[in-house]
Structure formats: structure tokens, C-alpha cells
């Protein structure tokens, strides 16, 4: 059995989810935490947090191996699917745009 390690969870719920063995209550909404769990449980965990109705959008290993080392996260990206006016999430490897408008 592999060690823990802390992960990083980026998710949207259609509802309040409650998750009492991680003392855990995710707000209906875009919600953003990190755990410390055993590598091998992180599927398992998807897996209940997508069957109470709660999509998925990132997770990332903050320690370790599999800690992600690439470029910084740089430019606002548009959630696929969101109905949220103005929801972003940032996403890795792209560039500034530095023609974007600023300002009303």
C-alpha cells in the first residue's frame, strides 16, 4: 500500500455533498481543496463524488512523484458545459494573450 499524499480537487456540484469521513461539505457550485489520501483511493473517491451528482474538473498530486511541474497557469479558459456567466478555470501550458482588452 502506497503512502498518502496531498491532492489538489477542482470540482463543480450540482448541491450541497456532504463527505463526513473527510469532514468534508462541498457548496453548491464551483469548489476547490486538497486531501491527503492514499493514491490508490483517489478513483474510488471520484467515483462517489460523481455519483452524488458532483463533476470532476481537475485533480492534481501536490507531493511526490507525481507532483506537477509544468509551465504556470497562465490564461482564463471557459468550463465546458458551465451555464455560470463568467465561470473560468485556468488552464496549463498556454500562453498570455496580451491583446485581450482590458477594462469596461
Known sequence: MATSGY??????????????????LLDQGTNAFTLNLPPESIEDFKAYLTAEGVRVIQVNRLDGEETFHGAPLLIEAPIPGDTAAGHRVLRA???ADTHRPTGG
Not at 7 to 24: D, G, K, Q
Request: zero cysteines; glycine letters at 4%.
Open 7 to 24: 491532492y489538489s480537487f477542482h470540482v463543480f456540484a450540482t448541491r450541497e455533498v456532504a463527505v463526513p469521513a473527510l469532514n468534508l
Open 93 to 95: 501550458g498556454t500562453a
